[in-house]
């Protein structure tokens, strides 16, 4: 069997939903550190939580912008009085 169209975790949804969803994850993830959630769910957001973990790390003002645009709530993040910033 040949794997062509497997490359995303569906999770039995619709796209707009399912981006929805990743999204929350990945702004839960990132604001809280873990969350308890279905393991094809977790498998399924850790690409996402990646992308944002390499994106925060390599600065600039257009990374910093790319990840505002993913994340559900990107000031409870990014702004100087957010829990664990320095």
Excluded: F, N
């Excluded at 498998?43 to 994106?55: E, N, S």
């Amino acid at each position: 069997m040949m794997r062509h169209g497997k490359k995303i975790h569906r999770l039995g949804r619709p796209a707009d939903q399912r981006k929805a969803l990743l999204r929350a994850l990945t702004t839960q993830i990132l604001t809280h550190g873990a969350i308890k959630t279905t393991k094809q769910k977790a498998v399924a957001v850790r690409p996402w939580v990646d992308k944002m973990i390499l994106l925060a790390k390599a600065g600039g003002e257009h990374k910093r912008k790319q990840v505002c645009a993913l994340l559900r709530q990107p000031w409870r993040l990014l702004s100087p009085h957010a829990p664990g910033a320095r």
